[in-house]
């Protein structure tokens, strides 16, 4: 089992930075991570994901150049830094974890997941 704990969230401005964290405990952390997010009234999305070693990472589109993920699996953390921040970024952010090494962009692919951590991006 894998518990996680995401932070960092909160208001900002449009194109201001946030840096999201997610504690992972309950078990090795070997596992594929990723982010999502969900908006008022749509569904949930991806966002990044990196894989257990940390080489490999993908991002959707709509984030790509200005997102990063990374990790650091001494402590046991995954972080998503948030650049060039827009009102459409504005979702509850979600932190997951997959049981392959890989990483998945797929969300049926992740079993564990946090509680979510508010986003606002005001304009």
């Known amino acids: 089992q894998v518990q996680l704990v995401e932070s960092g969230g909160g208001l900002v401005q449009a194109g201001g930075s946030l840096r999201l964290s997610c504690a992972a405990s309950?078990?090795?952390?070997?596992?594929?991570m990723g982010w999502f997010r969900q908006a008022p009234g749509k569904e949930r999305e991806f966002v990044a994901s990196?894989?257990?070693?940390?080489?490999?990472?993908y991002y959707a589109d709509s984030v790509k150049g200005r997102f990063t993920i990374s990790r650091d699996n001494a402590k046991n953390t995954v972080d998503l830094q948030m650049e060039s921040l827009r009102p459409d970024d504005t979702a509850v952010y979600y932190c997951a974890a997959s049981s392959s090494v890989l990483a998945p962009v797929t969300e049926s692919r992740f079993g564990f997941w946090g509680q979510g951590t508010q986003v606002t991006v005001s304009s």
């Open positions: 309950g078990r090795t952390f070997t596992n594929g």
């Open positions: 990196i894989s257990a070693s940390g080489r490999n990472t």
